[in-house]
């Protein structure tokens, strides 16, 4: 089977968005837009260089789809506390 680069770009973008959104819903607070649109740039950071790396890999398993949207979301929630530990110096 092919496997779709945008494919594995999207499902990593989507894990991170998703992983954000759950965030959001878990602090019980109002919606921040500056919040959310960093979340947007870590996902779509972490859905490019996920998408490079299994095109370097050469995985061929669909299974792959369900890795690259894990993986994102491990980017986001990585990057959130960086950001959060940064911030807080």
């Known amino acids: 089977m ?3 680069l945008v ?3 999207v499902a990593a973008f989507l894990g991170g968005i998703t992983t954000a959104l759950l965030g ?3 602090a019980n607070t ?3 837009w500056k919040k ?3 979340s947007v ?6 859905a490019a260089a996920i998408a ?3 095109d370097y890999s050469g995985a061929t398993a669909p ?15 990585g990057g959130n506390r960086v950001a959060g530990a940064i911030s807080k110096r």
Do not use: Q
């Open 2 to 4: 092919e496997i779709n």
């Open 63 to 77: 299974i792959i789809y369900l890795v690259a949207f894990l993986s994102g979301a491990g980017v986001e929630v």
């Open 30 to 32: 109002p919606w921040n």
């Open 41 to 46: 740039v870590r996902s779509l950071v972490g």
């Open 7 to 9: 494919g594995i770009a």
């Open 36 to 38: 959310f649109s960093s």
């Open 52 to 54: 490079a790396a299994m």
């Open 24 to 26: 959001w819903s878990e």
